[in-house]
């Protein structure tokens, strides 16, 4: 596609749902990378995958996140039992590979969990 | 610990101001610094800088590394209200992954 595309755009959660972001990566980018954007703060490194390979998963905030991209391409951030501090925009970007590389992001996912 | 430090964090200026966004940090076998302009949609990608010195330049926006003093600058010259945003200052330390360290953010208005 031409850019990065992320859904849904917004998604309102009851406390203790489970959720689950889509990313769909520039065709042919290599890398992808997970950003959690708080209100008025700059985005937060979740984690890295290049294809399908999940290299850095340092910046998950608790074991209720867990992502995957099981072909190399479309990337799922899934969050369970969600609480309130979960609320954010979640950000996806890819490059073509990871290092040195400009990264393009999407347009986010702006969860509330109410 | 590595960390990025944008000031100011808002600026308010009229239609044909200079602003200058100013971008430190602190990071361990710098990589590269890159500057992303975010409305209310995707991050858009401004620059990359990666040696000091070498000025880059859009249109009305550019911007410089110092690598020894550890900080970076983005002008952006005759301002429009299109120009009303967050300017993201980003940080890449040498590592495997190719993460960026953002800073806060500077949101800039600017006024008609």
């Known amino acids: 596609g031409a850019g990065v595309s992320q859904s849904p755009r917004y998604k309102v959660a009851k406390r203790g749902q489970d959720v689950a972001l889509r990313c769909d990566p520039i065709?042919?980018?290599?890398?992808l990378f997970w950003y959690q954007q708080a209100l008025g703060q700059g985005p937060e490194f979740l984690t890295y995958?290049?294809?399908?390979?999940?290299?850095?998963k340092s910046g998950l905030p608790s074991d209720r996140f867990f992502a995957e991209r099981p072909e190399g391409s479309v990337s799922t951030l899934k969050i369970q039992r969600t609480q309130q501090e979960d609320s954010a925009v979640y950000l996806c970007?890819?490059?073509?590979?990871?290092?040195?590389?400009?990264?393009?992001f999407g347009a986010g996912t702006r969860l509330s969990v109410l | 610990e590595d960390k990025v430090v944008q000031s100011p964090l808002s600026l308010v200026v009229h239609e044909g101001d200079t602003v200058t966004l100013n971008c430190s940090y602190e990071?361990?076998?710098?990589?590269?610094l890159l500057w992303y302009k975010q409305e209310k949609k995707a991050p858009t990608f401004l620059f990359m800088l990666?040696?000091?010195?070498i000025e880059k330049k859009s249109g009305r926006l550019s911007s410089i590394l110092d690598k020894k003093e550890l900080f970076s600058i983005l002008n952006i010259t005759a301002t429009q209200t299109g120009d009303s945003a967050i300017y993201l200052c980003?940080?890449?330390?040498?590592?495997?992954?190719?993460?960026?360290?953002f800073g806060q953010g500077t949101t800039l208005q600017v006024k008609p």
């Open positions: 980003a940080v890449e330390a040498a590592s495997n992954t190719g993460k960026l360290i």
């Open positions: 990071v361990t076998n710098f990589r590269s």
């Open positions: 995958f290049q294809n399908e390979a999940q290299l850095d």
């Open positions: 990666t040696s000091s010195g």
């Open positions: 065709s042919g980018h290599v890398s």
């Open positions: 970007a890819s490059s073509f590979q990871g290092p040195k590389n400009i990264q393009y």
